[in-house]
């Protein structure tokens, strides 16, 4: 059974920074892309950073430069260091497995599967 457990989310002020972690079982971990994704109120579901099994990492546009993600095969784990969070970035973060490489890292389709999410909440 796969599991996907997110932790590290939490309410900072405008400026702050949070590190997201999920930690994966139940399925051959190394084989699959991971990624984060995040879902606002009113807003759609949409891919946040991704990370292929070979370690190569795509981000969404507006977050190049201030998240982070990385992944460690022994711990089974994906991480997400989010730097200068804004209130616009305020949302439910879910960590998903993907099945796909990187062009469709992002794409909120291509997740398999997913935990509870973790809730980022940045105030102003």
């Known amino acids: 059974q796969v599991q996907l457990v997110e932790s590290g989310g939490g309410s900072v002020q405008s400026g702050g920074s949070l590190r997201l972690s999920c930690v994966a079982s139940?399925?051959?971990?190394?084989?699959?892309?991971m990624g984060w994704f995040r879902r606002a109120p009113g807003k759609e579901h949409g891919g946040v950073a991704g990370i292929t099994s070979g370690g190569t990492t795509k981000y969404a546009e507006s977050l190049k430069g201030k998240f982070t993600i990385t992944r460690n095969k022994a711990k089974k784990a994906i991480y997400m260091q989010m730097n200068s969070l804004k209130p616009e970035n305020t949302a439910m973060y879910y960590c998903?497995?993907?099945?796909?490489?990187?062009?469709?890292?992002?794409?909120?389709?291509?997740?398999?599967?997913w935990g509870q999410g973790t809730q980022v909440t940045v105030s102003s």
């Open positions: 998903e497995r993907v099945n796909s490489g990187w062009s469709s890292l992002l794409d909120p389709d291509r997740g398999d599967d």
């Open positions: 139940g399925y051959p971990y190394n084989l699959y892309s």
